[in-house]
């Protein structure tokens, strides 16, 4: 069964600072992996998609990579803003329709 | 603004009520999907529709019972729901639902669901 894990759960940082999200999962027999944004209250934004065979995406100031050998991903968000907060959500695609989601890692970033 | 519109947006309902979800999408996706969100926690898959069937249930009880009468709109039926079952119900879609399509979900924005 394929289990998602998100570190950290929360993270705090001033605004301007360059920041790395991790997720890790067990089955690397993985479709794609895709990263979501939620604010609260509200449904799921994606952010980015990386499929099995790619390392990496980039959208503007976000940056994921992908290491399926080893189950893992890296979302990187450069020159952080205020906006910027919100939960990050990454979610894998294995074999069937399913997404298995991480429990998230809750961001703040401060003025 | 999302292209997967929920309505209604919120719904208090007593545990003897009837009521109904709506989903809608314009996009053309072949794949639309129910989820269940609690507070704090990942969104858990309930249903998903592929060219209009039903294609996965993940042992959800029978108080929901999703509909999909066409491409463009999902339903969820909802009756004799308990006080557990208030949650955030998000909507989503895809343009395929094959196992193997690196396509990803669109969300709408949820109806927020509360049990008395």
């Known amino acids: 069964k394929q289990e998602v894990t998100q570190i950290p759960a929360a993270l705090s940082v001033p605004e301007g600072e360059n920041l790395v999200l991790n997720c890790s999962f067990t089955d690397s027999a993985i479709y794609n992996l895709q990263w979501f944004r939620q604010d609260p209250g509200k449904g799921l934004t994606s952010l980015l998609l990386i499929q099995s065979s790619q390392r990496e995406q980039t959208s503007g100031r976000l940056n994921a990579s992908l290491d399926k050998s080893s189950g893992r991903s890296t979302l990187y968000i450069a020159a952080s803003q205020p906006g910027d907060s919100a939960t990050y959500l990454c979610?894998?695609?294995?074999?069937?329709?399913?997404?298995?989601f991480g429990k998230g890692t809750k961001l703040t970033v401060n003025p | 603004d999302t292209e997967v519109t929920q309505t209604p947006k919120h719904l208090v309902m007593g545990m003897t009520n009837k009521k109904s979800l709506k989903c809608e999408q314009h996009m053309g996706h072949r794949a639309m999907y129910w989820y269940k969100q609690k507070a704090k926690k990942p969104p858990e898959l309930m249903f998903v529709?592929?060219?209009?069937?039903?294609?996965i249930n993940e042992s959800v009880p029978s108080r929901f019972s999703p509909e999909c009468p066409n491409s463009s709109l999902l339903n969820l039926h909802l009756h004799a729901l308990q006080p557990e079952d208030s949650a955030l119900y998000l909507c989503?879609?895809?343009?395929?639902?094959?196992?193997?399509?690196?396509?990803?979900?669109?969300f709408g924005d949820g109806t927020r669901l509360s049990i008395l």
């Open positions: 979610a894998v695609k294995g074999g069937s329709e399913k997404l298995v």
């Open positions: 989503a879609s895809s343009p395929t639902g094959a196992v193997d399509s690196n396509q990803p979900q669109h």
């Open positions: 529709y592929s060219y209009e069937k039903l294609s």
